[in-house]
């Protein structure tokens, strides 16, 4: 997936948010923060690593969830947007986009034909990415390219580098 090699292939959740930095992020939901990423061998689960991007930051997710969680979505999109792609070993997936507290678009980005109710700027975005009907081809790449036009996030060089972590008991 070319500018996500530090995401894992079989299962991830990548959460990109908007005017945030990595440690602002983290910080609102609740957790300890921990900077870089000396600690990230000591935790099983629940570890959500913040990544800087060009506008914003990405929180990275080894086969975990919390990105889909709407109790994390709601204030980590409050004043700004936040959009998550997820995909566990299952093949089970979600894109969930939400702005500024409330969801705006939920969406399956392996298996397409649910467009109904789908504002038209998504829906187009969709089409054009292969997101959308039932010859859905795009996948977890065209997902990743639909969070970075809607958050307007997208990683840098920087982005390989963990800048802070916290572990979400969920």
Not at 30 to 49: A, N, S
Not at 55 to 75: C, K, Y
Not at 107 to 135: N, V
Not at 137 to 152: D, S, V, Y
């Amino acid at each position: 997936m070319g500018s996500y090699d530090w995401l894992d292939d079989d299962a991830f959740c990548a959460t990109f948010v908007r005017g945030l930095t990595p440690r602002e992020a983290l910080a609102r939901l609740g957790i300890d923060v921990f900077d870089g990423d000396d600690e990230e061998g000591d935790f099983e689960e629940g570890l959500i690593c913040a990544r800087p991007a060009e506008g914003g930051t990405i929180l990275s997710e080894s086969n975990g969830f919390a990105g889909t969680l709407p109790e994390v979505l709601r204030p980590l999109s409050a004043g700004t947007v936040t959009a998550s792609v997820f995909v566990n070993v299952n093949r089970v997936a979600s894109f969930d986009h939400y702005a500024d507290g409330r969801n705006i678009l939920t969406f399956d980005p392996l298996f397409g034909g649910d467009e109904d109710g789908i504002p038209e700027d998504y829906l187009a975005d969709r089409i054009e990415l292969g997101l959308a009907d039932d010859k859905s081809e795009g996948g977890l790449a065209a997902a990743l390219l639909l969070a970075e036009r809607i958050t307007e996030v997208r990683p840098n060089t920087s982005s390989d580098v963990v800048a802070a972590h916290g572990v979400l008991e969920y």
